[in-house]
């Protein structure tokens, strides 16, 4: 019954920001970890950046000087700002939420965002 869904996405231009948000609910749900990954048409989704309950963040390389992720300190609720975005970073955005104790894997049903050149 966990439903983990995206908000956020569109279309932008190159160097230009987007805020996306991702709320993770359940009756009983607890995250462990949340965090977003990213999937592009003949691409394998790949990690973007991850945040857990400590605060403790990690990035994808590509990303690190650019996105911020973050979250809110008592709700399952996770937001990644990307600023000076590129067109590479056009793909679908998934939200991942790691249930505490389980360490079960939730997922969202992306949300896309297009990056214009």
């Known amino acids: 019954q966990v439903q983990v869904v995206e908000s956020g996405g569109g279309s932008v231009q190159a160097g230009g920001s987007r805020r996306l948000s991702c709320e993770a609910s359940?009756?009983?749900?607890?995250?462990?970890?949340m965090g977003w990954y990213r999937q592009a048409p003949g691409k394998e989704r790949e990690f973007v950046a991850t945040?857990?309950?400590?605060?403790?963040?990690h990035y994808a390389d590509s990303v690190k000087d650019r996105f911020i992720i973050s979250r809110h300190k008592t709700k399952n609720m996770v937001y990644l700002q990307m600023n000076s975005l590129k067109p590479e970073d056009t793909a679908v955005y998934y939200c991942?939420?790691?249930?505490?104790?389980?360490?079960?894997?939730?997922w969202g049903q992306g949300t896309q965002v297009t990056v214009s050149s």
């Open positions: 945040i857990r309950w400590s605060g403790d963040t």
């Open positions: 991942n939420a790691v249930q505490a104790g389980s360490n079960r894997y939730y």
């Open positions: 359940g009756r009983t749900f607890s995250s462990y970890a």
